[in-house]
C-alpha cells in the first residue's frame, strides 16, 4: 500500500510520514510550505525522511495537487495538510483557512473519489467541540466551534462524509487534542515557552493559566492516527485522539520550570478570542476501534520537547 500524507513537512505530518516509512510503507509526501511558520523549521521536520528511498516528495498546494498521478485502488491517504492556529484565524487571515482547510480538502476529496482508496484519514481537531459542554467530550457531543480556525475544521470533517456518502471515499476523522512534543509548531504553547525559559526571555500566558488541555505527546497522536489506516470499523467514524491526561496550563508551567531547573519570568496577558477554557477527550472509542493506548507522560513528553528546543535553536 502506498500512502500519500499531505502537510508533510509539518509538524504530524513528518512525523506520521516518518513512522510509516520505518514500518515498511510507500510514502509520497505533499506540502507547499505555507509562510505560517518558518520554512527552515519545516525543512528540518522533512530532512527526517527526505532520503529515504521509498518516499517521494511534491511542493505542492493541495489546492492543485493531483493525487491519481501517485495512487491507485487500495492506497490511502491521511491529510494534515491545513492553515492551524487558533488565534491567527480572525479577520483578512480568514482567507487562508478556507483556501488550505475548506477548498483544499474539497480538492483533495473530488480529485480521488473514484480511485478506490482503501482509507482516507483526515486531521480533524478538538477545536470543533469548542466550549465543550460536558468533559471528557465524547465524539457523539454537539460540535460547537468559537474559532473561525474550528469552524474550518469541522467544514472539513463535514466535507469528508459528504464524499463517503455519496461517492464512498473511505473517510476516517481523528480528533487529535493539544499535540505536542519534538517538531511542535513554533507558534503553540510548549514550543514558545520552552524556547522563551531558554533563551532567558518573558513567556507569554494567555489568560489566568486555570484553563486546562487535554495533551498528547506526538508520537501517541502518529499511533492513533497509524491504525487509523487500517482498523477494521473505523471508516465513516469520528475518534477523538488524546493523552489522556489533563492539565492546567499553570501544571504545565511547573513542569516546565522543573525541567528547566530555574523559575520562569511569566508574561500575563488576557485571554485570547477563540481560546477554549477546558479540553479533555473521551477515547473509549480510539481504544475500541483503534487498539489506541497513550504512552507518554505530560512531564516525560515535555522533557523530549525542551531537548528538541534546545537543539533547534542551539540554545
Ligand atoms: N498540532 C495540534 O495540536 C493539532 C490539534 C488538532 C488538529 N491538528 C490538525 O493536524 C494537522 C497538522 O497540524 P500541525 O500541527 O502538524 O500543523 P503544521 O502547520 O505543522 O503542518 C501543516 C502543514 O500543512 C502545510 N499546508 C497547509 N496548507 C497546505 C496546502 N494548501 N497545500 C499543501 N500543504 C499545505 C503547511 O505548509 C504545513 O507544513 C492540521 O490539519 C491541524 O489542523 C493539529
Redesign the pocket.
Known amino acids: 500500500m502506498r500512502i500519500l500524507v499531505?502537510?508533510c513537512?509539518?509538524?504530524?505530518?513528518s512525523s506520521t510520514a516518518k513512522n510509516l516509512l520505518d514500518a515498511g510503507y510507500d510514502v509520497v509526501g505533499?506540502?507547499?510550505?505555507?509562510d505560517?511558520?518558518a520554512r527552515w523549521i519545516?525543512e528540518r521536520n522533512l530532512a527526517r525522511v527526505l532520503d529515504h528511498p521509498k518516499f517521494t516528495f511534491v511542493e505542492?498546494?493541495?489546492?492543485d495537487?493531483d493525487p491519481t498521478a501517485h495512487l491507485g485502488a487500495g492506497d490511502a491517504i491521511v491529510h494534515?495538510?491545513?492553515?492551524?492556529g487558533v488565534r491567527a484565524s480572525w479577520g483578512t487571515s480568514f482567507s487562508h483557512y478556507t483556501?488550505?482547510?475548506v477548498s483544499?480538502s474539497q480538492a483533495l476529496l473530488e480529485r480521488v473519489k473514484d480511485l478506490g482508496l482503501s482509507r482516507f484519514v483526515y486531521?480533524?481537531?478538538?477545536?470543533a467541540y469548542g466550549d465543550a459542554l460536558r468533559l471528557p467530550t465524547l465524539e457523539s457531543d454537539l460540535p460547537q466551534p468559537i474559532s473561525p480556525y474550528g469552524v474550518t475544521?469541522l467544514a472539513g470533517e463535514h466535507l469528508c462524509r459528504t464524499y463517503r456518502v455519496n461517492f464512498g471515499v473511505p473517510c476516517v476523522v481523528v480528533r487529535?487534542?493539544?499535540?505536542?512534543g519534538p517538531h511542535?509548531?513554533p507558534d503553540?504553547a510548549f514550543h514558545k515557552w520552552c524556547k522563551a525559559a531558554l533563551a532567558n526571555e518573558r513567556l507569554p500566558l494567555f489568560g489566568t493559566g486555570e484553563q486546562s488541555r487535554d495533551f498528547t505527546y506526538i508520537d501517541d497522536a502518529v499511533q492513533g492516527t497509524v491504525a487509523a489506516i487500517t482498523a477494521d470499523g473505523a471508516v465513516g467514524e469520528t475518534i477523538n485522539i488524546g493523552g489522556g491526561e489533563r492539565i492546567s496550563v499553570n501544571g504545565t508551567l511547573d513542569l516546565i520550570a522543573k525541567i528547566h531547573g530555574a523559575p520562569l519570568n511569566i508574561d500575563r496577558t488576557d485571554k485570547q478570542k477563540g481560546d477554549v477554557q477546558h479540553t479533555a477527550a473521551d477515547v473509549t472509542k480510539a481504544k475500541t476501534i483503534l487498539g489506541f493506548e497513550p504512552k507518554v507522560s505530560v512531564a516525560d513528553g515535555l522533557r523530549e520537547e525542551y531537548a528538541y528546543i534546545k537543539a533547534l535553536y542551539d540554545l
Open positions: 499531505t502537510g513537512a509539518g509538524f504530524i505530518g505533499v506540502d507547499c510550505f505555507t505560517y511558520y519545516k505542492q498546494d493541495i489546492n495537487f494534515e495538510a491545513a492553515q492551524a483556501h488550505n482547510n483544499g486531521a480533524g481537531s478538538s477545536s475544521k487529535y487534542f493539544t499535540v505536542y511542535q509548531r503553540m
